[in-house]
């Protein structure tokens, strides 16, 4: 019950990691503000929630391909008087196809989903959590933003590698000011992710050891933010790839990527 008395707002709670991130910080107390787009999704969920742990749980439907969602996020919650403590950026998707296949409009909505709704509305909240002297920012990121991008999808792990180097660079601005910034970085894991972006036949062909469930995936993140963990990679397989990418001189690592990528990513 270490977050009671806590509220949390997770982007993209409707499915997958935010839906379980949602269930893991209910079953921890906190009260919950629940965002994205599927509004009856998100009723279903804050009803469950509710029932189960006792807790709060608002609703929030939201698109943050409109660069004004988080300002009416943050509008709404004042006008009600609640305080974030807790920022899980997670809300996200893949965009298939090498960079030309997609007009500018996509690729634009898809940073501002990606990128800059993260940036957005962590400038929102992190200066009252800053104030009060407590606060958890999580950034979902994705081992993709630990390693060479790859042929297709071409922007997502750069969006990726952006959430790891501001969450270490925010984490460091506030030291010791009672807040922390997380950037996870989970590999492939059960969810609709794969679904959405059409991608399930392709990835379904990749040995089972390669994925994760949600559920440890978060429980371990909640635990190394509690740890003070900056950058946490759940899974001994996940963990060994972003070692050996490492390891490996740049080009090998780059080109090891490349070959593999296309059993993944539908690339051009
Ligand atoms: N699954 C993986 O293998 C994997 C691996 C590494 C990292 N990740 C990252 O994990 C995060 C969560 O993905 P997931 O795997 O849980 O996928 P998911 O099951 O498809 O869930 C994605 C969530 O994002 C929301 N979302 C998408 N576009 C949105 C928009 N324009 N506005 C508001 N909300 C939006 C969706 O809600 P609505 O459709 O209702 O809006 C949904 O709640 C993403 O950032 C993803 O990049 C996933």
Redesign the pocket.
Known sequence: MIYRGKTALI??????????FARSFAAKGADLIL?????D??AALAAELKKAHGVRVSVI??????PT?PDDIAAALKADGVNVDVLV??????LPGAYTESDWNVHR?FL???VT?YAHLTRLFLPGMLERKYGRIIH?????GLVPGSSGHTM?GA??GFLVSFAQSLAAECDGAGVTVSA??????????????DTRPL?SQLPKYM?MD?EP?VEGAINAVEKGHVVYVPGLWNKFVVWMMKALPRPWAANAVRAQSAKFRRGN
């Open positions: 982007t993209g709670a409707s499915a997958g990691i935010g839906a379980v965002t994205a787009r599927r509004e999704r998100l439907a939201a698109d943050l391909a409109e969602a950026n997670n809300a996200g998707y893949g909505d501002e989903v990606m709704s979902v990121a994705s081992v993709a997502y969006s990726k996870l970085c989970p590999g492939f894991t059960y969810s609709e992710f794969h679904d959405v972006n990835v994925f949600a995936v």
